[in-house]
């Protein structure tokens, strides 16, 4: 079968250099051109890359003598999987989906436009439709999807399972972030040793909103939104990898405590498509009364599951939980090659 062909767009950052990663000998795709800033255009992508390669695997072979581009739309690919920072994300997709390219996004610039989907495959993928919707509107031959913030993704595949079985009524959520959620260099070495800083630019507001798009039901042309309310606080903290959240829910229905972890177990709704990228359990529930942590956990399934522990009754609402996820790999380059491979096999690519 021949690969389709694939741009990576902001090639040279973190999440850009994941993507590389990732789509090493990937069996549907094969990454065709790296694109970033003018200033890195015309070099070899491994001269490009001299000292600031940080993945802890080696620079993929296939990638080394890759040429960067600027990012404009005249890739030789069809699908670009965009890793741009959201500051110059929303011309630059909008560029490429008018010329024609399909547009697997990881920047927030296009998440809440209503005709453009807000991807999570394994709760919300019948939302791909609003494709054709998106092309109709903005007469696009090509199109974007997005893919949420990186705690947003692992706090939706945690309560998913809850809202089908019990229904959700609210939710509370403190976060504990990674400090290259920040991107490199990121947030000052001075700022964050021996410090918690209780403040993310813009990170509440997507943890209270994205969720309810995601959650919520295509009809038509539109997603009407889920109804529960969320209330998010949001804090960096010094660990490298890995977003920790603490999580209350109030419940619809009443749930037995073996009951919820018996929902998070069952949780795999995409266990039939058999998508390269996903995880064999999308929810891995730990027992232990200390689990789970960034050190120990983050890279459960390949960096691609959302680990839960810690269930027990709460005081206010109905429980609590704790959530840990990699925000680099499912939190942001692994979503946005997940998210390909379902535009893939609902017919969207190739």
Known sequence: MAKISVGILGATGMVGQSIIQLLEK??????TEVAASEKSAGKL?????ANR????QEMPEYARRLKLKECKPDLDCEIVLSALDSSVALEVERAFAGKGYAVSSNAKSHRMDRDIPLLIPEINADHVDLIKAQQRNRKWKGFIVTDP?????HMCIALKPLLDKFGLEKVMVTTMQAVSGAGYPGVPSMDMIDNVVPF???EEEKLE???LKIMGRLSGDRIKEADFAISAQCNRVAVRYGHTEC???KLSENADKEDIISSFGKFNPLADMKLPSAPKRPIVYLEGENRPQPKLDANIEGGMASVVG???KCGILDYKFVVLGHNVMRGAAGAAVLNAELLKIRGYLG
């Open 26 to 31: 990937h069996p549907w795709f094969e990454v």
């Open 310 to 312: 810690r269930l027990r």
């Open 209 to 211: 909103t994205e969720p």
């Open 247 to 249: 999580v209350s829910v």
């Open 200 to 202: 993310i630019r813009e």
């Open 45 to 49: 992508y491994e001269e490009a890359m």
């Open 53 to 56: 390669w940080n993945i802890s």
């Open 149 to 153: 913030n990186c705690s947003t993704i």
